[in-house]
Nanobody, 114 residues
Framework: QVLLVESGGGLVQAGGSLRLSCAVS????????MGWYRQAPGKQRELVAT???????NYADSVKGRFTIFRNSAENTVSLQMNSLKSEDTAVYYC????????WGQGTQVTVSS
């Protein structure tokens, strides 16, 4: 069993920043891909950003240029730096390891007030 624990969510004003972190119980390099997804009320869960074992990153068009996914090998975490936040970024954010059929965290709420 692999555990993923997200942290860093909260309430922020539009234009502000937050950093989410995901602590993983297994080496983050044991997964071909890790990522962040989000789910807003009444909507399906959607991909936000992914990072492959080789370090390649991919972003949803809606967050390109504002969000950055990165790894900290010493802490065995995958983080999401979110800048210039918008009200439409409000959602529960989930950490994922090993694609959609892999492992999920419990989610952390991000609320952006306009």
């Amino acid at each position: 069993q692999v555990l993923l624990v997200e942290s860093g969510g909260g309430l922020v004003q539009a234009g502000g920043s937050l950093r989410l972190s995901c602590a993983v119980s297994r080496s983050i390099f044991s997964f071909n891909v890790m990522g962040w997804y989000r789910q807003a009320p009444g909507k399906q869960r959607e991909l936000v950003a992914t990072i492959t074992i080789g370090g390649n990153t991919n972003y949803a068009d809606s967050v390109k240029g504002r969000f950055t996914i990165f790894r900290n090998s010493a802490e065995n975490t995958v983080s999401l730096q979110m800048n210039s936040l918008k009200s439409e970024d409000t959602a529960v954010y989930y950490c994922n390891a090993g694609n959609k059929n892999g492992y999920w965290g419990q989610g952390t709420q991000v609320t952006v007030s306009s």
